[in-house]
């Protein structure tokens, strides 16, 4: 079973939460999140109530500042495990909304969407299989999205607020 600690204080000081299932609102358990302990499972956490806002994917290990999950700020209002995944992986992305234009499928990581789909902007996907992590720019940095199987018609779906993605990759869990 997964389990997430939150602190108050930087590298695991103050005041803190454990919590081992979805929480949409964390806000009575924590003020503020500056380290976080990840024992057990992987987890999806926002920067506001009801999973929304900017997400931050953990595994297991130790966060001792909000820097170090690659946190925009110290606000952790609501979190999500998602379980265990060992089968395939594939995906569908478009250079337009609603599943249109030009597509193309993948079943691996791409560090760069432009090199390899030739579009800068990916405004929907089919997520066929597996989780996937999207992130603002090459090489898997800036923002984080998370996407479970599923259709995603436009950017906003998935949490962007605009279509650029600059890579992605398949979310593993190790067992």
């Given amino acids: 079973m997964g389990k997430i600690i939150f602190y108050e204080g930087r590298n695991f000081q103050g005041r803190h939460w454990e919590c081992s299932s979805d ?3 964390t806000f009575r358990h924590f003020n503020c999140c500056n380290s976080i302990r990840v024992s057990g499972g992987h987890w999806v956490a926002y920067e506001k109530p009801y999973y929304m806002g900017y997400q931050y994917i953990l595994g297991p290990g130790e966060y001792p500042d909000y ?9 952790i209002r609501s979190c999500q495990m998602f379980p265990p995944y060992r089968g395939s992986y594939r995906m569908r992305i478009y250079n ?31 997520i066929m299989e597996g989780y996937w992590i999207f992130y603002e720019h090459p090489n898997y940095r800036g923002r984080q999205y998370f996407l479970r199987p599923g259709e995603y018609r436009a950017s906003g ?10 890579s992605f990759r398949r979310m593993r869990t190790l067992m």
């Fill in 23 to 25: 929480c949409m609102d």
């Fill in 67 to 75: 820097h170090c999950w690659m946190g925009f700020n110290n606000c």
């Fill in 96 to 126: 337009r909304p609603d599943m249109m234009g030009h597509s193309m499928e993948f079943m691996d990581d791409c560090p760069n969407v432009y090199e390899r789909f030739r579009y800068r902007d990916i405004y929907s996907c089919n």
């Fill in 157 to 166: 779906d998935w949490g962007c607020h605009n279509p650029m993605v600059g």
